[in-house]
């Protein structure tokens, strides 16, 4: 499987200077970010969609903002509640030039959600945030996706261990309790056509209806 995913990444066109350099640090710095097949098979999603707004829950360093904004020129509004991260993003999207297509905001986006009550329609919405709160971000933010949009859950497969028939760690038990239970939430949802993609760490992918 290594020897693989190796091989299909060094299919992978290299991405401009700054975005390889975030990749770098993120591994250094032990930032989750997108891992890179997943990164570049939800871009070339974005293609066909061809969005115009994208709402992201998650910033992280700014890193799947970027390149959701270059691969598309849409306009991507995201959240994310550390700060420390929060701060690296604006840097990196700035040094991007891309400031003027992503709006970064400092906050918790359980408490977020009141501050798009006029907001236009999104055509994306990608979560990759706290895995516990998947459902609850969900519900929060999918009436903010025009019918016809897409959701995209990343991580749900959290690392294979949705397979596995018991966790030994009681925290990571809990958790993975509540992503299996969140995917079936999510392939039974009336308003929702969902897949979900065995790639990277598990890609859900919901049409709204």
């Known amino acids: 499987m290594e020897q693989l995913e190796a091989y299909v990444k060094s299919l992978i066109p290299n ?6 350099e975030i990749e770098r640090k993120a591994v250094v710095d032990h930032v989750p970010i ?5 990164m570049e098979a939800l871009l070339q999603q974005l293609k066909l969609i061809k969005p115009e707004r994208i709402l ?13 904004s270059q691969a598309t020129g849409a306009h991507v509004v995201t959240i994310e509640r550390d700060e420390q991260r929060y701060e690296q993003a604006i840097q990196n999207i700035r040094q991007a030039g891309l ?19 006029s907001s236009t329609y999104f055509d994306v919405l990608f979560i990759d945030a ?5 459902q609850r971000f969900f519900e929060l933010f999918e009436p ?16 294979g261990l949705v397979a596995e028939d018991e ?30 993609v065995p ?11």
């Open 130 to 134: 706290a895995k516990g709160q998947y």
């Open 34 to 38: 997108m891992d890179l097949i997943s």
């Open 167 to 196: 966790v030994e760690s009681k925290r990571l038990r809990k958790l993975v309790e509540k992503i299996k239970a969140y995917n079936i939430w999510l392939m039974e949802h009336p308003r929702y056509d969902t897949r979900i």
């Open 199 to 209: 790639m990277g760490d598990g890609l859900a992918i919901s049409i709204k209806r």
């Open 99 to 117: 400031a003027d297509k992503i709006e970064v905001y400092f906050a918790d986006a359980l408490q977020f959600v009141e501050k798009l009550e």
């Open 15 to 20: 991405r401009d200077l700054l975005v390889e």
């Open 56 to 68: 992201e829950i998650g910033t992280a360093i700014g890193y799947s903002a970027i390149r959701m």
């Open 144 to 159: 903010y996706v025009k019918t016809g949009g897409v959701i995209f859950s990343d991580n749900v497969l959290f690392r």
